[in-house]
Nanobody
Framework: QVQLVESGGGLVQPGGSLRLSCVVS????????MSWYRQAPGKERELVAR????????TYADSVKGRFTISRDNVKSTVYLQMNSLKPEDTAVYYC???????WGQGTQVTVSS
């Protein structure tokens, strides 16, 4: 059974940090690139960051470059999203995804507000 379980969301003040985690089971994690997406109220879901299976290549949306870092631990079958210098416009539900298999997690809410 495939599972992608996100955690680490919450309420944070502008300028703060959060680290999201996505624990994967049910497929060979290290074989696949993984991505983080987000969806804000009334907006389309958008790609935030992507990392290759080995972790050697990462890509980011322009809106988060220099603030967010995607990483992975293939031993723990976990992908992370470190989010720094958070802004109110980062408020969204964040999802992890294995694009090749079109597997999605259930999402974790991130709210940036004072």
């Amino acid at each position: 059974q495939v599972q992608l379980v996100e955690s680490g969301g919450g309420l944070v003040q502008p300028g703060g940090s959060l680290r999201l985690s996505c624990v994967v089971s049910g497929f060979t994690f290290s074989n696949y690139a993984m991505s983080w997406y987000r969806q804000a109220p009334g907006k389309e879901r958008e790609l935030v960051a992507r990392i290759t299976g080995t972790g050697g290549v990462t890509t980011y949306a322009d809106s988060v470059k220099g603030r967010f870092t995607i990483s992975r631990d293939n031993v723990k079958s976990t992908v992370y999203l470190q989010m720094n210098s958070l802004k109110p416009e980062d408020t969204a539900v964040y999802y992890c995804r294995c694009s090749a298999k079109n597997y999605w997690g259930q999402g974790t809410q991130v709210t940036v507000s004072s």
